[in-house]
């Protein structure tokens, strides 16, 4: 897959369960941040959207674990997003930056709220075409 945005990111130790793996709920908080850093490389920000009235929200998920994220492993958080009609659907993955193992992959489907109604959005539409 081609990707247009990547950031490094670490395991802290909090985030492992029991088992010594990053519990499962945690791979969401790191797309998620991946996607508003994303953002803000793009000069938009998600916090100044909704202040406008423009809140993205997640319509849809599909997750895929692969291989499992340790206490102090360095990873890569890499995404891709397209338009299709209102949603933004990203497609992110997050690779072990030791071995290039991929861990985890996500489809994501955002779909703009403008003042609480479905809509296009220009801002985010410029994501698209840099």
């Not at 690779?95 to 109604?117: H, K, M, P, Q």
């Amino acid at each position: 897959m081609e990707y247009i945005f990547e950031t490094k990111m670490e395991v802290r130790d909090y985030e492992c369960d029991i088992e010594g793996i990053v519990n499962n709920a945690n791979y969401l908080h790191y797309i998620e941040h991946t996607r508003h850093l994303f953002l803000k490389s793009r000069n938009l920000s998600f916090a100044e959207m909704c202040e406008k009235g423009v809140a993205a929200v997640v319509a849809r998920m599909n997750l895929q674990y692969k291989v499992p994220l340790r206490c102090d492993d360095e990873f890569f958080s890499r995404l891709n997003v397209k338009k299709e009609g209102i949603r933004y659907v990203f497609y992110q993955d997050i690779y072990r930056a030791s071995d290039e193992r991929l861990c985890f992959r996500a489809t994501v489907e955002l779909v703009c709220l403008i003042n609480g109604r479905p809509g296009n959005c220009e801002e985010y539409d410029t994501i698209l075409v840099e």
